[in-house]
């Protein structure tokens, strides 16, 4: 792959599944969020406690889809061992028994950065670009055959650097952020790399001829999508040219 | 209603919601699975063993299908709340931690009945107009509205009836049967009251307009339907004229 992209180089014959896992990894290092230009911002502390707030309110769309995309891929899930794997995805945002979710830990976060909790689970100040991300995620889980739905998720391979920068990053340059702000990240430093295993196990088994490889390559490359361009909408909105669309969320400052 | 049909009576004033759930009950007594002639010969002891399978067989389809129902069903509630009162459903049905859920249990009995495991979760032999009507529920709760989606499992309570004279009519009239056999039912005695309460309740609160109940009201007619016509099928294809569509399951007598 020298010299060529791995996220456009197409693949026109089968891979070994080691092959197929390198090209999946060098695909994260070339488009994974934690490149745009806005991540960096957030975690050196160069944005403001509103833009922090804008980031955090927009991300609670993401947060409030992800058991209703996981739910639904459950609902297409003929074989009952593969469903009930799936199930810990529900219920590590949702809240099970003791565990009060992940999306209860993302209000913690919008609580703590001051925002109102009502306002911030009716979604009406997030940016319409980041709910249509949102949603065609949700759609595509829904929609698509099971091996790109599930090879979609791949994402959770490069979160935990992710997770780690942001928790470090946050700490250290906002004096507004606290431990139990953190806390959501904090706990999916040990859930993603539980998730992310799954799907790359079910994918090396299940992607085995060169369209289905590629398959999984458009679905890590769609969800790749999704996830930068709820960025690319925070920058233009709220750091530059800071063109915040009618209806959406106003830092005070 | 005297003299008249509560199903095909038109709702065209809002009802209380105590004359909505009378009116529930009412189509219930008039329309529920269990006066199907077929559901009579089962538990009074008049079908043969291959019957009694045939009718197992089919059966798991619409088993299999419940937890793919209901997570579909989680999987478009925006409402965290609501989804996590949901979830149990499909635990029920997949199992969770010790319990082995609805759908093993359903296997107990059709490997009881002598049925091959496998065999029975491929389906092939199942008849095409149960899996037909299986997927019509599955596609219903997918894409209708909430209300209805929801609504749609108000059959629910009218099961504890038909469980519990099932499970005496065939424990008491078959020699192949017994109460291992019959550890799905005994447990859906307690699961199914408390499911149907709970749907009740979303019903009598969020149906209130006229139009709304009356979609209500078709949601339960259109699952009296899914349940009615599988008896059906296994009525036409292994009772009476034995009309058995190719590939369909054989009983051996």
């Known amino acids: 792959m020298s010299g060529a992209s ?5 693949i026109t014959e089968a891979l070994s599944a080691d092959d197929l896992e390198a090209r999946l990894y060098e ?33 609670y769309c993401y947060q409030a ?12 899930i003929e074989d009952r061992e593969l469903r009930k794997q799936w199930l810990h995805r529900v219920t590590d ?8 979710g992940g999306i209860m830990r993302w209000l913690i976060l919008t609580d703590g ?37 599930i090879a979609s998720s791949l994402t959770e391979l490069f979160a935990p650097k992710i997770h780690r920068d942001r928790i470090a990053g946050m700490l250290k340059n906002y004096d507004f952020i ?19 295993e799954f799907a790359l196990k079910y994918v090396r088994q299940n992607a085995v001829r060169a369209d ?20 690319d909408a925070l920058h233009l909105a709220y750091v530059e040219p800071k063109l915040i669309p009618p209806g959406a969320f106003q830092p005070e400052e």
Chains 1, 2 share one sequence.
């Open 6 to 10: 791995a996220a456009t180089t197409k």
């Open 27 to 59: 695909i994260g290092a070339e488009r994974y969020h934690n490149l745009h230009p806005f991540h960096e911002l957030l975690h050196t502390g160069a944005l403001s406690r509103g833009q922090v707030q804008a980031w955090a309110l927009n991300r």
């Open 65 to 76: 889809a992800i058991p209703m995309k996981d739910a639904s891929l459950m609902g297409r």
């Open 93 to 100: 945002h949702d809240g099970y028994d003791e565990d009060e």
């Open 113 to 149: 950065l001051g925002l109102d909790r009502e306002y911030v689970i009716s979604r009406e100040g997030a940016l319409p670009a980041v709910r249509f991300a949102v949603e065609a995620y949700i759609r595509y889980v829904r929609e698509q055959p099971l091996l790109q739905a």
């Open 178 to 196: 606290d431990d139990k702000l953190m806390s959501y990240g904090t706990r999916r430093l040990n859930q993603a790399p539980v998730d992310a």
């Open 212 to 231: 289905q490889q590629q398959q999984v390559v458009d679905a890590l490359l769609f969800k790749l999508n999704v996830l930068w361009i709820q960025l």
